[in-house]
């Protein structure tokens, strides 16, 4: 399997990037990896580099996009932070894999039992990470309103879990006005997804393209 060249990233869709994802969490699933040679992959990408997809994703061990989505060097740029929000730093990392380095596709994947999230929903208050708990606040305040749980349910936290993918693909195209243009013009699409710590399953729970 070799690495994503400057042609074949551009003969992606954003449509086609999602599928590209989904079948690499299959293989995933079903233990069927893709053969590669990583070391071939690292002489392929030497020169540069084509990432057909950006995923924002928790930096929860169990969470790497790179293995859960079944992709080499070369093929995705991923960020990670704890609880998956975002903040003017990540959207300039969006903003250059999708205006410089051609991605179609911006991924938001949340995760079930996220300790950031868990942490959030308990009012940790600790340091800096105060602060990037905070981020989680609007999404907490959304399921008090429809859900009648204690703030430290398992069922309240996966619901706040679930709702934070939702609003922080809002604020991605709220707060990135390159971004949202990429959008608006078909050249990217933007997708919410949860992964399952306990199957390795990822479920898309939002699609968004023109």
Known sequence: MKAHTAETQASVTPKKALEFLKEGNQRFVNNLKLNRHLLNQVNDTRDGQWPFAIVLSCIDSRTSAELIFDQGLGDIFSVRIAGNVANEDILGSMEYACKVAGSKLVVVLGHSKCGAVTGACSEVKMGNLTGLLEKVNPSIKKVSERLDKKHTDPAFVEEVSKQNVV????????????????????????????????????????????
Do not use: P, Q, R
């Open 167 to 210: 609003d922080t693909m809002d604020g991605v195209l709220k707060n990135s006005d390159v971004l949202k243009e990429l959008f608006e013009e078909g050249k990217i699409g933007l997708v919410g997804a949860y992964y399952d710590v306990e199957t390795g399953e990822v479920s898309i729970t939002k699609e968004m393209f023109k």
